[in-house]
């Protein structure tokens, strides 16, 4: 009896396939799954450093120079004179006290003193703010010294995790679970 073409070449097919299929089989069958051994312990910190970030701003501010007053025609003021004693002192504060009760209000106020001319412009300044962003640690665990980059200071202990998994070329690690 012959075969069609199309079944012949399926048949054929089918005989080249089911070999390899068995043989990959048998590597999933015979492949060893390596499990993790995970277990936590604490390292001694020896130094922490900050890693910063700078950031740069500017802003526009307006900076003035006073400019010293124009000389006027006032006279100067006395200086003032030193009292005597102590009696004294206390006979002017009593006098003082009295004397205001029956004086009336003054008439005309002292004139305000001449405005302060600026000199004003308008310049930018710079500024620089530096804000952690990380933590360079240093730490040691049995005798060997380590250094890690954390998003925070640890303190004086770092919590650690130790795993410990046999090498196995072609071997799956799976995590445990």
């Known amino acids: 009896m012959r075969l069609p073409p199309p079944l012949l ?39 922490v450093e900050p890693v910063y970030q700078t950031l740069r701003a500017t802003r526009t501010e307006e900076q003035c120079d006073p400019v010293p007053p124009a000389p006027s025609a006032l006279p100067a003021a006395p200086p003032p004179q030193e009292d005597d004693g102590r009696f004294t ?13 029956h004086e009336p209000a003054p008439a005309a106020a002292a004139p305000a003193p001449a405005p302060v001319r600026r000199n004003c412009r308008i310049v930018e300044v710079g500024r620089e703010f530096r804000r952690p962003i990380a933590y360079d640690v240093d730490y040691v665990y049995k005798g060997t010294k380590y250094r890690s980059r954390l998003p925070e200071d640890p303190g004086n202990r770092l919590r650690i ?16 679970r």
């Open 161 to 176: 995790r130790i795993t410990v998994t046999p090498y196995v070329p072609g071997a799956t690690v799976v995590p445990p």
């Open 89 to 101: 002192r206390i006979m002017d504060s009593v006098k003082d006290i009295f004397s205001r009760r």
């Open 9 to 47: 070449l399926a048949s054929l097919l089918a005989c080249t396939i089911a070999p390899a299929r068995a043989q990959d089989d048998d590597e999933s069958r015979n492949r060893v799954v390596v499990v993790e051994n995970v277990r936590f312990d604490y390292a001694q910190v020896l130094n």
